[in-house]
Nanobody, 113 residues
């Protein structure tokens, strides 16, 4: 059974940066495409970014150019570097393998002045 533990969220001002981490266990991590997702208050969860086992990345238009997804297969961890944060990035951020519908507890990101 996959376990996902997200961390690194917090309260930041517009324009600042954060780096999220997601540690996965219970799976052969390197075999999976990993994704980051987010859910803002009152909205549906949405896809943010994905990364293949070989490091090929893809981003939603709303974060392209500001967010960077990466992974360390030796540490079973996927990261999300978020730069130039905006108030509309405020959400709970989750990670999961693209093909396994299982969620962790998420990590809260709040962007506010």
């Amino acid at each position: 059974q996959v376990q996902l533990v997200e961390s690194g969220g917090g309260l930041v001002q517009p324009g600042e940066s954060l780096r999220l981490s997601c540690a996965a266990s219970g799976i052969i991590f390197r075999a999976y495409v990993m994704g980051w997702y987010r859910q803002a208050p009152g909205k549906q969860r949405e896809w943010v970014a994905t990364i293949t086992s070989g490091g090929v990345t893809d981003y939603s238009d709303s974060v392209k150019g500001r967010f960077t997804i990466s992974r360390d297969n030796a540490k079973n961890t996927v990261y999300l570097r978020m730069d130039s944060l905006k108030p509309e990035d405020t959400a709970v951020y989750y990670c999961r393998p693209l093909t396994i519908l299982s969620w962790g507890q998420g990590t809260q990101v709040t962007v506010s002045s």
